[in-house]
């Protein structure tokens, strides 16, 4: 099965300028697709929709960013099987670590859902008398992940999971060697 695989931008799939060959290592004849490769325009254009969605995602309500991360988280898990193999075959990772991979992505995800609800700041004195400081978690903007071929999931979850839960939008760039376990 070999698949063509799309960029994501502004809630679109669109064809890069180019595509790359994503091919097993453990089995050089199985090639699982062709990923498009974006292009100066085409990452200009993800950072301006990424701009405008990062206005709308941090002043989206807690419970409703609560339950899009914890959706992600439990879809990851529920896919598991599929996704793990898709990895494992895009990787040549063996398939207990594909599997485990996936599902541990999800967890990171329902964990930072949980966060989103736990509002617990801290407040200190100030050396100034009559001055208390106020720390909290507000959005710093959009985030941009480049994850790493070896835990192209995980990795990246570990970076988009907290970025969402408080607020901020995020552009992932996935490693050329595994394309498809981002497109997926």
């Known amino acids: 099965m070999s698949?063509?695989?799309?960029?994501?931008?502004?809630?679109a799939w669109c064809d890069g300028q180019s595509t790359i060959?994503?091919?097993?290592?453990?089995?050089?004849?199985d090639q699982i697709g062709h990923y498009a490769q974006a292009n100066s325009a085409q990452l200009d254009s993800a950072l301006d929709?990424?701009?405008?969605?990062?206005?709308?995602?941090?002043?989206?309500?807690?419970?409703?960013?609560?339950?899009?991360?914890?959706?992600i988280g439990n879809e990851l898990m529920e896919r598991r099987i599929e996704?793990?193999?898709?990895?494992?075959?895009?990787?040549?990772?063996?398939?207990?670590?594909?599997?485990g991979e996936i599902y541990?992505?999800?967890?990171?995800?329902?964990y930072y859902a949980a966060e989103v609800?736990?509002?617990?700041?801290?407040?200190?004195?100030?050396?100034?008398d009559g001055i208390e400081i106020d720390v909290r978690r507000e959005p710093v903007g959009v985030v941009a992940i480049i994850s790493p071929w070896n835990f192209p999931t995980a990795t990246a979850v570990w970076k988009i999971a907290p970025a969402l839960?408080?607020?901020?939008?995020?552009?992932?760039?996935?490693?050329?060697l595994?394309?498809?376990s981002a497109v997926a």
């Not at 063509?4 to 809630?11: P, S």
């Not at 060959?21 to 004849?29: C, G, K, R, Y």
């Open 3 to 11: 698949e063509t695989g799309q960029n994501f931008i502004a809630g």
């Open 21 to 29: 060959a994503n091919i097993n290592p453990s089995d050089l004849s």
């Open 49 to 71: 929709a990424a701009q405008t969605a990062q206005k709308k995602w941090a002043i989206t309500g807690l419970e409703a960013r609560q339950t899009i991360l914890m959706n």
């Open 83 to 99: 996704l793990g193999t898709l990895l494992s075959r895009e990787e040549g990772k063996p398939l207990a670590e594909g599997v």
């Open 104 to 110: 541990r992505a999800g967890q990171f995800f329902t």
């Open 117 to 128: 609800l736990r509002q617990i700041g801290d407040t200190a004195d100030s050396v100034r």
């Open 165 to 176: 839960a408080f607020g901020n939008a995020v552009i992932w760039k996935p490693a050329n």
């Open 178 to 180: 595994v394309p498809a």
